[in-house]
């Protein structure tokens, strides 16, 4: 069960931004003992993996927070979104620290269609909203939507 919630935690994640739950899994495998990935992922912990993920993710940082380009972003990003959170779904379903059940390692699959689901809805629903928030807003909204905050409450 816990594979799972992580699992469907960092898939969200990757759908809003597809590289901070990479580079996240990626220096927790490589500086800590909180997660230990399967040998099939261990890659994910290599320097290039983590090094061309940061400098991706400075990229889409940046390009999130330009009204049209963030449209094109958000295309690019219909694929990359998804399919990084199923490998970030089948990744935390295979640590040993997450899961001791060898149901999910027997069936790795299960979490990578899993993670895109998850993944895709997410951004689905971030890149179908924007063109709201620009048109509305005629730009002005892009880098506000582009943080993500969350709203504050009023009484």
Do not use: C
Request: net charge positive; hydrophobic share 55%; charged share 15%.
């Amino acid at each position: 069960m816990l594979a799972a919630l992580t699992g469907a935690g960092l898939s969200a994640a990757a759908g809003l931004n597809a590289f901070i739950p990479f580079v996240l899994v990626g220096m927790l495998d490589r500086f800590t003992t909180l997660i230990d990935l399967p040998p099939s992922f261990g890659w994910i912990s290599s320097w290039w993996a983590i090094g061309v993920a940061m400098v991706l993710l400075v990229g889409d940082v940046a390009a999130d927070k330009v009204p049209g380009i963030d449209h094109v972003s958000d295309v690019i990003q219909t694929a990359v979104r998804p399919l990084m959170g199923g490998v970030m779904f089948a990744a935390a379903s295979g640590a040993e620290q997450v899961e001791q059940s060898g149901w999910w390692r027997e069936r790795p699959w299960v979490g990578a269609v899993v993670g895109v689901a998850v993944a895709g809805t997410v951004h689905a629903t971030k890149a179908l909203s924007r063109p709201i928030v620009n048109a509305g807003t005629l730009g002005v909204g892009t880098p506000f939507v582009s943080a993500r905050r969350t709203p504050v409450r009023r009484p």
